[in-house]
């Protein structure tokens, strides 16, 4: 039986996470992982979240999840969500500037809201369906066409470093890079289990997914 492991650090809905993979995969165990031994057990691994960066990484270091986390990016199927996304990069600028796992190049922005900076004034945070073009083929985009509209709500947004990482495109304001992937990595900055059937079809191809980018 496939185990996957949802990080339970203190921050995030995880229920609603939990009960989407429950959906998507019937037969798989689905373990809310709060320490270091469960997340190495797991054959897979999903990092949601909401929040502060900063919250998020001290709470990670608190737990002693920090160290599992990193290590499940590299050697498992390892989905991030939202906060599990941003908190991937190297920095944020949150918060005055709070390093993240820098296990994906580039650093996280707030949005700008001072006229002048976009070509038109952003509601922040960043709320409700918008389109994530995708930029270039995965395992996890199976089933779902290029263009479909996900669910979102944050005030920050990943300003990547390497092109090469950034799988979907999302336009607001301008585009910001709302699907990233890297090795068994694959990282969304909407919520996949608020996206009805295309997060669900997201959820599923994870669940599946075993690792490899083609």
Not at 138 to 153: C, E, S
Not at 191 to 203: F, N, T
């Amino acid at each position: 039986m496939t185990t996957v492991a949802v990080l339970d650090y203190g921050m995030g809905n995880l229920r609603s996470v939990a009960k989407a993979l429950e959906h998507v995969a019937p037969h798989a165990r689905v373990v809310l992982a709060r320490d270091a031994r469960t997340v190495a057990a797991a054959d897979r691994v999903v990092f949601p979240g909401q929040g502060a960066i900063k919250g998020c990484v001290q709470a990670l270091a608190a737990g002693d999840l920090r160290e599992a986390v990193v290590k499940a990016a590299r050697n498992q199927p390892f989905l991030g969500i939202c906060l599990g996304l941003q908190a991937l990069y190297d920095r944020s600028e949150e918060g005055g500037g709070v390093p993240g796992l820098a296990l994906l190049a580039g650093m996280v922005r707030r949005f700008p809201t001072a006229a002048g900076l976009m070509p038109t004034r952003l509601k922040v945070p960043h709320m409700g369906w918008n389109r994530v073009h995708q930029r270039r083929r995965h395992p996890l985009w199976a089933g779902i066409p290029d263009a479909t509209r996900f669910y979102f709500v944050h005030s920050y947004y990943a300003d990547t470093a390497d092109a090469a990482e950034t799988v979907g495109v999302t336009e607001y304001g301008a585009g910001f890079t709302s699907a990233a992937a890297y090795g068994n990595i694959f990282a969304v900055q909407f919520h996949p289990e608020k996206s009805q059937r295309a997060g669900l079809q997201l959820l599923q191809n994870f669940m599946v997914w075993d690792g490899r980018a083609d």
